[in-house]
């Protein structure tokens, strides 16, 4: 009974570790964008003149040919990316 706890226990520990490494992964993917070079750097930059983060990270990702990233950043929602990228004020030719 006592070992049945114990690995129940520490497959909630697996899935609670698996999701906090899936919130910093769409994090460092949504702060990544905006210092990108080449085409995934030039969407970013485009697409936040006229759209928020979330679309213009979105456009980065794509651009960069990573949908695993912007699965990711689709999963976190806009709500919380918009929430998440204004921590670090705006960023220069951006709305």
């Known amino acids: 009974m006592k070992r049945h706890v114990c690995l ?10 698996a999701r906090a490494w899936a919130d910093d992964a769409w994090r460092t993917d949504a702060r990544t964008c905006g210092q ?3 085409a995934p750097g030039d969407a970013y930059r485009a697409t936040c003149k006229d759209h928020d983060q979330f679309d213009s990270i979105l456009a980065c990702e794509q651009a960069a ?11 976190a929602g806009r709500d919380d990316v918009n929430t998440y990228m204004q921590g670090f004020g705006p960023t220069e030719g951006c709305m």
């Open 36 to 38: 990108m070079n080449g």
């Open 65 to 75: 040919g990573d949908q695993d990233a912007a699965d990711r950043i689709q999963r």
């Open 8 to 17: 129940i226990a520490a497959l909630i520990l697996c899935l609670v570790s």
